[in-house]
C-alpha cells in the first residue's frame, strides 16, 4: 500500500492551500458571497463530473484537497457547510437522480448559483430512520406525491435552493418502505426556521424545515420510491468518508501553530517546548492526527474501491471526530490563558469540532454500524 502522493495530487495539495490562504476570510457561509466565490475556485465540485461543471476528482483525490484547504486556513464553518453541500446534496443528484434532474442542478450546485443542503434529522427521532414522521403521501393514480413533518439541525439550512431528504411512506410499517427526494426551498408550503443557538461553527448556518403538504413530481425522487435505505447509505457513505477531511488539516495547522508558540516560551527551567511534559502531549496529538489520517485515506480508497460500503465510512468518522475533539482540547490546555482567551483561535476550535461527534450520526451511530458487520 503506497502512501506517497503523486505530483498531480502534490500539484492539486499545492494549488488548494495557496487558494485558501488568499480566501478573503469576510466571506462566510453564512452569507450568499461565499458560495460563488467557492464555487469559482471548484471547492464545491471536487468530486462532481466535469460534464456537470465539476473537477472530476476520486474520493482520495477530493479529501486531500480538503486536507490542504483547512491547513491553508479555510475556517471550519466553511469546511462543513462546503460538505454538507457537495457530500450531502450534490453527489446525492450526481450518483441517483436522472439525467434532467442532474442537468438542471448540478451545474448550479458546482458553481454556487445554488445551494444544497442534506435533511435528515427530525426533531423526535434524531438519526434513528426508523422513526421517521416526515411522510410522502404518493399519489395512487396522480404524478406526484405530497409531503409533510419538519426536519431539523439542516446545515446550509437557511439560505439552501435544494434539500436531498429522505421521507417515509405514508401507512408504511417498516423503515424499509422511505424515499429520498430532492427538494426545491421555493414550493409552496416549505418554512424556513433559522436556527442561532447551536454551539460552534457559528458561520455555518442552520435550520429547522417545515413540510406543509408540499407538492412534489415523482421526478424528484431520487432512484425508485421505496429504495430510501440504499440510497442514504450511498449518500452518507460520501459524507461521513470526507466531510471532516479539511478539519484533520485544521487541526494539523493548529498543532504547528502551537508547537511554534511553545519553542518560543521559557520558564525557569528553559524552553516549554524541551520539557518532556510539553513535547510528549504535543506528541501525542500528532500520533492522534496521524491516525485519524490513516482511517480517513482508508475510507476514501474503499469508497473509490466500493467496497465496506458501511463500516470504513462508520470507522473513519468516529476516529476523526474523536482525534478532533481530543486535539483541540489537548491545544486549548496547552497553551493556558491563551488558549483561554481564544488568541490563537483554540477555544473557538474546540466549540466547533465539539458537534462532529453527533453530526451524519452519533458516534454510537458509528459504533452500531461497525459492530453489524463484525461477525460477517
Known sequence: MDFSTTKTQAALIDRARQAAEAFDPALTPA???????AGAEGWLGLCLDRDHGGQGLGAVDTVLVAEALGRGGLSRAA?????AHLFGCAMALQNHAGPALRAAWLPRLASGAAIGALA?????????????RVLAAFDADGPGLTLTGTKTLVSNGPLADLLVVNATRQGATSALQSSVLAVPTDLPGLRVTPLTSHIGLREA????????NVRLDRDHVLGRPGQGLGILLSVMRW????????????????LVAVTRALSGRQNSRGRLIAQQAVAHALAELRVEQEMARLLLYRGAGALEADEGAVIYPAMAKLAISRALVSSARGLQELMAG???LDEMGLATALTDVMGTLSASGTSHIQLNAIASGLER
Do not use: K, V, Y
Open 239 to 254: 459524507e461521513r468518508s470526507c466531510i471532516l477531511a479539511g478539519f484533520l488539516g485544521a487541526a494539523e495547522r493548529d
Open 120 to 132: 435528515l434529522t427530525e426533531p423526535q427521532g434524531g438519526s434513528d430512520t426508523g422513526n421517521g
Open 338 to 340: 491563551a488558549g483561554w
Open 31 to 37: 452569507g450568499r458571497g461565499f458560495w460563488p466565490a
Open 79 to 83: 469546511l462543513f457547510s462546503m460538505g
Open 205 to 212: 448556518p442552520m435550520a429547522e424545515i417545515h413540510f406543509d
